[in-house]
């Protein structure tokens, strides 16, 4: 699954608003949901962040569970912040607005 940086949550914030409880970090997607031991665990990937999964998702709950450390994952998240989004192209994101 791919989730594109929202209009006004990117960088730190965005990593606050996806309110990630556990400190532990899965590096391959997990077994099954530490939260309700629901075995449909999804990686999201950030557009323009990292390439691949930055963090897991449970299908049941929805809790999240990080694949990196905190600070890896707000390092990751942190290159969305100057991101110039076209929301009527796909294919302008990750590129600069013109002068
Ligand atoms: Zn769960």
């Given at each position: 699954m791919v989730w594109m940086v929202s209009k006004g949550i990117r960088g730190i914030d965005m990593f606050y608003n996806l309110n990630i409880k556990g400190t532990k970090k899965w590096r391959k997607t997990p077994d099954k949901c530490p939260h309700c031991g629901?075995?449909?665990?999804?990686g999201i990937?950030?557009?323009?962040?990292?390439d691949g999964p930055l963090?897991?998702?449970?299908?049941?709950?929805?809790e999240r569970m990080l694949r990196f450390t905190k600070q890896t994952t707000v390092k990751h998240l942190r290159k969305t912040e100057g991101l110039?989004?076209?929301?009527?192209?796909?294919?302008?994101?990750?590129?600069?607005?013109?002068n």
């Amino acid at each position: 699954m791919v989730w594109m940086v929202s209009k006004g949550i990117r960088g730190i914030d965005m990593f606050y608003n996806l309110n990630i409880k556990g400190t532990k970090k899965w590096r391959k997607t997990p077994d099954k949901c530490p939260h309700c031991g629901g075995k449909h665990i999804t990686g999201i990937e950030i557009l323009c962040a990292y390439d691949g999964p930055l963090f897991w998702e449970c299908d049941d709950c929805g809790e999240r569970m990080l694949r990196f450390t905190k600070q890896t994952t707000v390092k990751h998240l942190r290159k969305t912040e100057g991101l110039f989004i076209d929301l009527e192209g796909m294919e302008n994101i990750c590129q600069q607005p013109p002068n």
